[in-house]
Protein backbone atom coordinates (compact mmCIF):
# COMPACT_ATOMS: atom_id res chain seq x y z
CA UNK A 1 0.00 0.00 0.00
CA UNK A 2 3.00 2.44 0.83
CA UNK A 3 4.53 1.92 -2.54
CA UNK A 4 1.18 2.90 -4.51
CA UNK A 5 0.79 6.18 -2.49
CA UNK A 6 4.75 6.37 -3.05
CA UNK A 7 4.10 6.44 -6.91
CA UNK A 8 1.19 8.11 -6.73
CA UNK A 9 2.50 10.81 -5.05
CA UNK A 10 5.19 11.24 -7.99
CA UNK A 11 2.69 11.29 -11.06
CA UNK A 12 0.64 14.35 -9.52
CA UNK A 13 0.77 17.30 -11.60
CA UNK A 14 2.52 20.70 -10.29
CA UNK A 15 -0.26 22.46 -8.15
CA UNK A 16 -1.16 25.74 -10.23
CA UNK A 17 -1.83 28.59 -7.57
CA UNK A 18 -3.01 32.34 -8.55
CA UNK A 19 -1.37 35.21 -7.68
CA UNK A 20 -3.16 38.12 -7.52
CA UNK A 21 -0.97 40.99 -8.38
CA UNK A 22 -2.17 43.44 -5.77
CA UNK A 23 -1.18 40.83 -3.12
CA UNK A 24 2.18 40.97 -4.29
CA UNK A 25 1.96 44.69 -4.48
CA UNK A 26 1.16 44.93 -0.84
CA UNK A 27 4.27 42.39 -0.34
CA UNK A 28 6.43 44.31 -2.52
CA UNK A 29 5.76 47.43 -0.62
CA UNK A 30 6.05 46.05 2.94
CA UNK A 31 9.50 44.52 1.49
CA UNK A 32 10.98 47.31 0.13
CA UNK A 33 9.83 50.18 2.35
CA UNK A 34 9.29 48.26 5.56
CA UNK A 35 11.75 45.35 5.88
CA UNK A 36 14.69 47.17 3.98
CA UNK A 37 17.02 47.53 7.50
CA UNK A 38 15.53 43.58 8.48
CA UNK A 39 18.15 41.86 10.13
CA UNK A 40 16.10 38.98 11.74
CA UNK A 41 12.30 38.37 10.40
CA UNK A 42 11.54 36.87 13.99
CA UNK A 43 12.66 40.62 15.31
CA UNK A 44 10.66 42.07 12.44
CA UNK A 45 7.39 39.69 13.56
CA UNK A 46 7.84 41.18 17.14
CA UNK A 47 8.01 44.81 16.19
CA UNK A 48 4.90 44.17 13.93
CA UNK A 49 2.87 42.17 16.43
CA UNK A 50 2.97 39.54 13.90
CA UNK A 51 4.81 35.78 14.14
CA UNK A 52 8.09 35.38 11.78
CA UNK A 53 6.26 33.27 9.14
CA UNK A 54 4.06 35.71 8.55
CA UNK A 55 7.19 37.89 7.54
CA UNK A 56 9.12 34.92 5.55
CA UNK A 57 5.44 35.01 3.88
CA UNK A 58 5.79 38.62 2.97
CA UNK A 59 9.22 38.83 1.95
CA UNK A 60 8.43 35.58 -0.58
CA UNK A 61 9.20 36.67 -4.91
CA UNK A 62 5.33 36.11 -5.40
CA UNK A 63 3.87 37.64 -2.48
CA UNK A 64 1.67 36.09 0.15
CA UNK A 65 -2.42 37.03 0.12
CA UNK A 66 -2.08 38.62 3.51
CA UNK A 67 -5.05 38.25 6.19
CA UNK A 68 -6.76 41.86 6.43
CA UNK A 69 -6.38 41.50 10.23
CA UNK A 70 -3.08 40.95 9.74
CA UNK A 71 -2.57 43.96 7.44
CA UNK A 72 -4.28 45.61 9.87
CA UNK A 73 -2.20 44.84 12.59
CA UNK A 74 0.94 45.98 10.57
CA UNK A 75 -0.27 49.29 9.73
CA UNK A 76 -1.40 49.76 12.98
CA UNK A 77 2.02 49.26 14.66
CA UNK A 78 3.28 51.24 11.82
CA UNK A 79 0.94 53.77 12.90
CA UNK A 80 -0.93 54.22 9.58
CA UNK A 81 -4.55 53.93 8.05
CA UNK A 82 -5.35 51.23 6.14
CA UNK A 83 -6.83 54.07 3.66
CA UNK A 84 -3.30 55.71 3.99
CA UNK A 85 -1.52 52.54 3.68
CA UNK A 86 -3.13 51.45 0.07
CA UNK A 87 -2.84 55.17 -1.08
CA UNK A 88 0.61 54.54 -0.95
CA UNK A 89 0.95 51.10 -3.04
CA UNK A 90 -1.09 52.45 -4.95
CA UNK A 91 1.38 55.79 -5.73
CA UNK A 92 4.31 54.12 -6.08
CA UNK A 93 2.37 50.72 -7.95
CA UNK A 94 -0.53 52.28 -10.02
CA UNK A 95 -3.67 49.97 -9.77
CA UNK A 96 -3.65 46.61 -10.13
CA UNK A 97 -7.27 46.16 -10.51
CA UNK A 98 -8.43 42.39 -10.95
CA UNK A 99 -5.08 41.20 -12.73
CA UNK A 100 -3.66 37.80 -11.49
CA UNK A 101 -1.38 34.73 -13.06
CA UNK A 102 -0.59 31.07 -12.29
CA UNK A 103 2.41 30.09 -10.83
CA UNK A 104 3.07 26.11 -10.69
CA UNK A 105 4.31 24.56 -7.07
Not at 22 to 31: E, G, L, S
Not at 60 to 86: A, D, H, R, W
Request: aromatic fraction near 16%; include cysteine.
Amino acid sequence: MALNTKISKQSEKPKKIKIFVVDQYVCNFIKTEWMKDLKSFREWGRQHSVHEAVARKINQKEGYNIPVSTLKTICFYKQITMYNFFKLVEEKYGDAQDKFYYIEK
